[in-house]
């Protein structure tokens, strides 16, 4: 078998039963499943690459996330992850703005940048000259209320536990890159540097903004100090700026993404957790460490 099936159910929603296991293999010609958690993952064995339709006509719109990977070398070596809505469930930018009461004009052009309607780089610039002089202890509140996506201590624990190298790259800022990444155990962690002139926020952001471009550069970057090719990468994230490290990674994953990720990527998470992430290189349920 040169291909393997991975289906992963939204426990919140719906429960991954023998029957329906079975309903997808045949859809699929597939072989002996292997229950990776009950109820809730299993792995499909399939002699080449299912079709798409042929999926989604089995899942009977079902909360349930289907992944196809190579059967060869799906663990990968290198994790690279955004943050913003994939690692943490905010867009941490959006909720700094709630302290400047420029909450609602942040979040519209967060959103088209998001999409791929404006340059990222010129977004992220607007955006934080809107938040000049807003004080210091408003970065300190949203950290606060800042929360991890369930699952992701999990990803980062098991992949570092099989010697993986992990690194959360976001075209976010340093502030919050470094909490997440000490919080729950990042090898590496990039982003952009909010400038302040020890009170306040300036309105400005450091020099080259890390962009669409840099998330690619550093995945290549982090591979070759590895000696990992390109196929042995993990890569997850929600925007269009994560659309050139998701297709050069061997796997890229668009997780809850915006549509024209979702779109173009080689694999989604629509409705379950970064543990997806797990079970789509194989890892069973007992295999997870909790960090």
């Known amino acids: 078998m040169t291909h393997i099936l991975t289906l992963v159910a939204d426990r919140n929603a719906t429960t991954l039963s023998p029957a329906v296991i079975e309903r997808i293999r045949r859809a699929v010609g597939g072989g002996q499943p292997v229950v990776l958690s009950p109820g809730e993952a299993a792995d499909i064995p399939c002699p080449k690459a299912p079709e798409q339709a042929v999926i989604e006509a089995a899942l009977e719109h079902a909360a349930i996330d289907a992944i196809t990977t190579k059967a060869r070398g799906r663990r990968k070596g290198l994790l690279v992850a955004d943050m913003d809505s994939t690692i943490v469930t905010s867009e941490t930018l959006d909720e700094l703005a709630a302290y400047a009461g420029i909450q609602a004009e942040i979040v519209a052009i967060t959103k088209r940048s998001m999409n791929g309607e404006i340059d990222f780089a010129t977004a992220l610039r607007e955006r934080v000259g809107m938040l000049k002089g807003l004080h210091l202890d408003a970065l300190e509140k949203t950290w606060e209320k800042t929360q991890l996506t369930p699952g992701a201590r999990e990803l980062v624990a098991t992949m570092r536990a099989h010697n993986a190298t992990t690194a959360l790259v976001s075209g976010g800022f340093t502030f919050f890159t470094g909490r997440v990444a000490e919080q729950i155990g990042f090898h590496v962690h990039r982003a952009n540097v909010l400038i302040d002139d020890g009170a306040s926020l300036t309105g400005e952001v450091g020099e080259p903004i890390l962009d669409r471009f840099s998330k690619l550069e550093i995945l290549e970057e982090l591979a070759t100090e590895r000696r990992l090719k390109l196929s042995a990468t993990l890569a997850v ?30 694999a989604r998470v629509e409705f379950g957790n970064l543990r997806a992430l797990l079970f789509a290189q194989g890892y069973k349920a007992s295999e997870f460490r909790s960090g």
């Open 237 to 266: 994230g929600d925007g269009a700026n994560d659309l050139d490290m998701l297709a050069a990674a061997g796997l890229g994953v668009a997780f809850h993404a915006k549509p024209i990720v979702a779109a173009k990527a080689k």
